[in-house]
C-alpha cells in the first residue's frame, strides 16, 4: 500500500540555523507533494506544493526539493525563527478522493 | 475572509448520547472530508463528499454519518458516541478534486479542529 513517512523524533534547532525536514515514500510515485504547517490544537494549514518534474520549489525563506529517484521530498526553512515552531507535514494524494498525510515531524527553535 | 467554520470548539459528552459537529466553508469549493487526529497515528479520514448529495466513506468511517445537502456544509453526526470516538477532528475542503489534469494538486483548507470527549 501507499505509504508516506516522516521522521516522528522531534526535531530541535538553535535560531538562525536551516532546519531540514524529511519525506518519504515507498510503492508509489506521487505528481505533486504537499506540506503544510500545523501548530498544536489547531488545523494544518498549506505551505507549498511540489510537482514531480520540478526539481526545486521556494517561497519565502521555505524552500522544497523533490527527488524521484530517491523518492523523497525535503523542507527547508532557512533563518529559523521561535515562530517556526510547529509540526509540519507533508501529504499527496493517492487518488481522486484521497490525500494521504504523514505523521508529521514537530520541530522547535530555540532563541 | 475564506474560511472552513467547525462548531463547537469543544465537546464533553457522555456514551450513547447523539451529538453533531457542524462545517461550513465559504469558498465554494465541491469537495469537503472529515478527519479525526490521535498521537501516534496522525491525519484518518472518515468521511468525505465530492459534491452535493455524494458521499463516501474513508479510512474510519464506523460509528459515523455525514450528510451533504448543501454545498457548504458538511456536518458529522455520532448517532451512539463511545469512549474511542474522543479525538481531534477536522473538517476541510478544497476547490476540487478528479481525474482531470491539474485536480490531484489542491491544497486543503482546515477548520480550527473540535476536540471531542466522550465519557
Known amino acids: 500500500s501507499q505509504k508516506i513517512e516522516q521522521n516522528s523524533e522531534a526535531l530541535n534547532i538553535q535560531e538562525g540555523k536551516t532546519a531540514t525536514l524529511t519525506c518519504n515514500y515507498t510503492?508509489?510515485?506521487?505528481?505533486?507533494l504537499q506540506w503544510y504547517r500545523q501548530d498544536p490544537g489547531r488545523g494544518p494549514v498549506f505551505l507549498l506544493l511540489i510537482r514531480e518534474n520540478e526539481k526545486e520549489k521556494r517561497k519565502e525563506r521555505l524552500k522544497v526539493t523533490f527527488d524521484t529517484t530517491l523518492k523523497q521530498s525535503l523542507f527547508h526553512i532557512t533563518a529559523s525563527q521561535p515562530a517556526d515552531s510547529a509540526t509540519y507535514l507533508c501529504?499527496?494524494?493517492?487518488?481522486?478522493?484521497?490525500?494521504?498525510f504523514g505523521s508529521g515531524t514537530r520541530l522547535s527553535i530555540r532563541p | 475572509e475564506a474560511q472552513v467554520t467547525q462548531n463547537p470548539r469543544y465537546l464533553i459528552t457522555v456514551t450513547g448520547k447523539k451529538l453533531t459537529v457542524t462545517c461550513s466553508q465559504n469558498m465554494n469549493h465541491e469537495y469537503m472530508s472529515w478527519y479525526r487526529q490521535d498521537p501516534g497515528l496522525g491525519l484518518r479520514q472518515i468521511y468525505y463528499?465530492?459534491?452535493?448529495?455524494?458521499?463516501d466513506k474513508g479510512d474510519v468511517p464506523e460509528g459515523y454519518k455525514v450528510s451533504r445537502k448543501e454545498k457548504r456544509n458538511f456536518p458529522l453526526i455520532l448517532e451512539s458516541p463511545s469512549p474511542n470516538q474522543t479525538s481531534l477532528y477536522f473538517c476541510?475542503?478544497?476547490?476540487?478534486?478528479?481525474?482531470?489534469?491539474?485536480?490531484?494538486?489542491?491544497?486543503?483548507?482546515f477548520g480550527n479542529g473540535t476536540r471531542l470527549t466522550v465519557t
Open positions: 510503492n508509489y510515485s506521487p505528481a505533486y
Open positions: 476541510a475542503s478544497s476547490l476540487r478534486t478528479g481525474s482531470a489534469l491539474g485536480s490531484y494538486n489542491s491544497p486543503l483548507h
Open positions: 463528499s465530492m459534491n452535493v448529495e455524494v458521499t
Open positions: 501529504a499527496h494524494y493517492s487518488s481522486a478522493s484521497k490525500i494521504i
